[in-house]
């Protein structure tokens, strides 16, 4: 079983950054995306890469704010964000599908694990 766990999460002001990581237990995985859920939401895609990373995708509601990156030598993922909306408050999960894939996975059900999610609240 790999486990995923999150850090970065926090309280931040509208038009600041945070960076989240999330870290392996072990190198044995293909895409790794972040999802959020926000109150009263589902969860939703927020950022993807591939194993190569060379390819990522974003939701649009965060392109050209969110940058995701992964250190495969440290097993993380990392989710930048800036210019941080009130609306970007939500708990973000980090997941991972396992080995086996090359392109970037964003449904829910493309990811085979998933962290217990680190909470991102920004205030007006």
């Known amino acids: 079983q790999l486990q995923l766990v999150e850090s970065g999460g926090g309280l931040v002001q509208a038009g600041g950054s945070l960076r989240l990581s999330c870290v392996a237990s072990r190198q044995s995985w293909s895409a790794l995306g972040w999802f959020r859920r926000a109150p009263g939401k589902d969860r939703e895609f927020v950022a993807g890469?591939?194993?190569?990373?060379?390819?990522?995708d974003y939701a649009d509601s965060v392109k050209g704010r969110f940058n995701i990156s992964r250190d495969i030598d440290k097993v993380t993922v990392y989710l930048q964000m800036s210019s941080l909306k009130v609306e970007d408050t939500a708990v973000y999960y980090c997941?991972?599908?396992?080995?086996?894939?090359?392109?970037?996975?964003?449904?829910?059900?493309?990811?085979?694990?998933w962290g217990q999610g680190t909470q991102v609240t920004v205030s007006s």
């Open positions: 997941a991972c599908r396992k080995g086996g894939w090359s392109r970037v996975a964003v449904l829910t059900t493309e990811y085979d694990y």
């Open positions: 890469i591939n194993w190569s990373g060379e390819g990522t």
